[in-house]
């Protein structure tokens, strides 16, 4: 896990996750998590959150294209919440995308 950047690795197959997330972080939360399930683990990966956190929605494996959201702690916790498609990007862009991957 060290060796792709993860500090740690949380595997499972249901939005049960972010006690162990909080634990690992010491209790801060994540700083940046990316959505690859859809909409019913949306909950949980904002529950997940350190302030000022920023999750990527990238697909929707569950099929869930919607989610409630929390506004309140959305907005006390200033989270940042994006979209990046799937869709195949001009090269400029592409280029571009990568370089802000590495660099965030």
Avoid at 35 to 43: C, D, E, K, Q, R
Avoid at 66 to 75: R, S, V, Y
Wanted: avoid cysteine; charge should be neutral; glycine fraction near 12%.
């Amino acid at each position: 896990m060290k060796a792709a950047g993860l500090d740690v690795g949380i595997q499972t197959r249901k939005p049960d996750f972010a006690p162990q997330v909080r634990e690992a972080s010491g209790g801060a939360g994540a700083d940046v998590a990316i959505n690859l399930v859809g909409g019913t683990y949306f909950a949980e990966i904002l529950g997940a959150l350190a302030r000022k956190g920023r999750v990527a929605i990238v697909g929707y494996v569950d099929g869930s294209h919607h989610a409630e959201i929390d506004l309140q702690a959305a907005h006390a916790n200033r989270f940042e919440i994006f979209g990046i498609p799937n869709a195949k990007l001009p090269p400029a862009e592409g280029r571009q995308a990568k370089r802000n991957f590495e660099r965030d």
